[in-house]
């Protein structure tokens, strides 16, 4: 870690140099909370760390579910797998993520796959439960009607239980990619870039670090209800109102509008 | 239009089931025959083996020892996928999928056999149609729908690709008691049109009486008690479990079964109006009816025939007390004996499809018909009784 605060050292002292030498000696000299100039001027260097970010939440979290889905396939007609697949995904989500990073380092190294690694791991636990708990609450009435109509294995669980384990399964997405949003700011000490990596270079820079985290809560929120909006497009029958109805009132609300304005 | 699939008969061939881990067998050499097209209600107290009994013929339960056999095939013989998309199957949560549609949810086992769009979309026409459901609901989901809506919608699943047979766990155990009597008529009217082998398990024996062909009394322990006709059920229990589980009221049971021209209707004197009142009056000596009935000239009654109305030189148009209730052969015999009571008469005509005087029933015929109707009826009860080994 000290190694890692070392090696930014220079970072730091450079950006100040280049503040300085602007002179630019109202808002950012003052560190106010935000400097819109100053923003506005050097947004540019944020896209890099976005898009790592971006990357790092996405490839992560569609990693966690592939192999958490897997899991509970497996542990889906094997039920004493459970437990085990719990306390393993519960163990490797108790370790604290500098340690697993610096864990990782000398089988993997410095670098996006060290982060990947140690993110997925993260969110296999959340994952897994929540696939789990939703394949376990699906009526037993539509298991055994299903079962009772000629549905085989495979069959009825592609068909009946994972679409109504579906909302679970979601649910748990959500609250998976909000935290590997949050967690992979520290991606930047395995070397994996960011928004970490503005965060961490100029600490004490408000700007920066306002531009920086709002970025990141940003990205959490439009994923959060890109899932939201995921969910109800593929489970419509959720609501009491036919997915129909709810669109016809969308369009009439959506209709009225420019009356109004 | 699907070329029906002829129905099959069932035929359990001493039949038991050994649940691992339980010494007392849940069904014990079980036989019985249900003939094709025909209603069987398995009934009986909880923890009889009525559902276990029903479940093995489509092997959602597996049969420990013996075998059913499904017109001449055995059950055991058959991959259990596809033995179950060969049988309609209603449970009594009824188990619709809360994700999909009425038409998606009606279309499941055709979908499993590989019907094509048209096809399985002309089906969910013809089956919305025969139980009566509204096309509008199809794009419904099942949240949307009453609790009888989705028992209906059950049903038609059930019913979607046209199965031979069909098996029905206390389907309408958990509907509210007027729905549940509508829906008992409508699947009566629906089978007099499909004519499946059905069969139908519950523990509610006035249920078993009316739906049934034949009803399968089991008793604990998987023991078959009696396998009969309702009415012979109700004339003739073979045993004392039998006869408690039917209940003591079961003379009025019988009522239910029993149309009136089921019984031996009494002859009243009749009056032509015009007719001299002293032919009527000799008629009168030695009737079985004391009271003459007035009739048109294309016998259909007008009234019974006073004193007063005696006392005049010929019979009147209009006698001094009317008919009511006139009763119709075919009313069922509860229904009529309820008519007596509420009108407080002694007698009532009994007219034919015309409106023709038949006979005259009497609360007298009726309780002299419940209290000695035993002797008479053993005899044809024997006949289809296979409980007698």
């Known amino acids: ?261 | 239009m699907e070329a029906g699939h002829q129905a099959a008969s069932v035929s359990y061939r001493d039949v038991t089931k050994r649940y691992p881990g339980q010494t007392e067998p849940a069904i014990r050499n079980l036989s019985l025959e249900v003939p094709a097209g025909e209603i069987c209600v398995l009934v009986g107290p909880s923890g009889c083996g009525k559902t276990t009994a029903m479940r093995m013929v489509n092997r959602t339960v597996e049969i420990t020892e013996g075998d059913i056999l499904i017109g001449q095939t055995s059950v055991r013989e058959r991959d259990p996928a596809e033995l179950r998309r060969e049988m309609g199957y209603v449970i009594q949560q009824v188990g619709l999928f809360p994700h999909r549609t009425v038409a998606d949810n009606i279309a499941t086992v055709p979908r499993l056999l590989g019907w094509d769009r048209d096809r399985i979309a002309a089906r969910i026409g013809e089956l919305l149609e025969l139980i009566g459901l509204d096309p509008d609901m199809r794009d419904r989901f099942p949240s949307q729908l009453s609790g009888g809506q989705q028992q209906r919608v059950g049903v038609a699943r059930a019913l979607a690709a046209d199965p031979p047979v069909m098996l029905m766990d206390e389907p309408f155990g958990a509907i509210d008691p007027i729905a549940r009597e509508r829906l008992q008529n409508e699947f009566l009217r629906l089978q007099a049109e499909i004519r499946k082998t059905v069969l139908f398990v519950t523990h509610d024996i006035d249920e078993a009486i009316k739906m049934g062909d034949r009803i399968a009394i089991l008793k604990a322990g998987g023991r078959l008690a009696q396998y009969a006709t309702p009415a012979e059920l109700l004339m003739a229990p073979a045993d004392d479990f039998v006869e408690d589980f039917v209940g003591a009221d079961r003379a009025l049971k019988r009522l239910a079964l029993m149309r009136v021209r089921d019984i031996d209707l009494w002859q009243a004197p009749l009056a032509f109006v015009g007719q001299a009142t002293g032919e009527v009056r000799a008629k009168l000596d030695g009737a079985e009816v004391p009271h003459a009935l007035v009739v048109d000239s294309e016998r259909r009654p007008i009234g019974w025939l006073s004193e007063t109305d005696l006392a005049r030189e010929t019979v009147p148009q209009r006698p001094d007390s009317g008919p009511q209730p006139i009763l119709d052969l075919d009313d069922v015999m509860r229904d009529a004996l309820a008519d007596l009571l509420q009108t407080e008469t002694q007698y009532a005509p009994v007219t034919d499809g015309d409106g023709r005087i038949a006979g005259v029933l009497s609360v007298e015929i009726i309780s002299e018909f419940l209290v000695s109707p035993e002797a008479k009826v053993e005899e044809h009860a024997a006949v289809e009784r296979p409980t007698a080994e």
């Not at chain 1, 970072?11 to 100039?37: M, P, W, Y």
């Not at chain 1, 109504?164 to 520290?186: C, H, K, N, Q, Y």
């Not at chain 1, 990141?216 to 439009?222: D, E, K, Q, S």
Request: charged share 15%; glycine share 6%.
């Open chain 1, 1 to 261: 870690m000290t190694a890692a605060v070392a090696q930014f050292a220079p970072l730091l002292a450079q950006t100040e140099i280049h503040n300085r030498a602007e002179g630019e000696a109202s808002c950012v000299a003052q560190n106010k909370a935000f400097c819109l100039d100053w923003a506005l001027d050097n947004f540019d260097r944020y896209t890099t760390p976005l898009l790592e970010h971006l990357v790092l939440v996405v490839v992560s979290v569609a990693m966690g579910f592939l192999v958490a889905f897997a899991m509970a396939l497996l542990s889906h007609r094997r039920r004493w797998l459970v437990p085990t697949f719990t306390g393993a995904t519960g163990v490797l989500y108790t370790i604290p993520s500098l340690a697993f990073f610096f864990l990782l380092l000398p089988v993997t190294g410095r670098g996006t796959d060290t982060a990947i690694i140690a993110l997925t791991a993260y969110t296999l636990q959340i994952i897994y439960r929540n696939i789990v708990a939703g394949l376990a609450n699906v009526p037993v009435e539509s298991r055994e009607a299903g079962r009772g109509m000629g549905m085989t294995h495979r069959q009825l669980l592609w068909r009946v239980e994972l679409p109504l384990a579906l909302p679970e399964i979601i649910a748990g997405l959500r609250v998976a990619t909000v935290s590997t949003v949050a967690i992979a700011t520290l991606a930047v000490f395995a070397g994996a870039g960011g928004l970490g990596e503005p965060i961490y270079q100029q600490l004490d820079f408000k700007t920066n670090i306002v531009i920086a985290g709002g970025l990141a809560i940003l990205m959490a929120i439009v994923f959060d209800a890109l899932l939201v909006v995921a969910l109800r497009l593929l489970a419509p029958w959720r609501g009491r109102e036919p997915a129909s109805a709810r669109r016809r009132h969308r369009l009439a609300t959506l209709r009225r509008a420019p009356e109004a304005a």
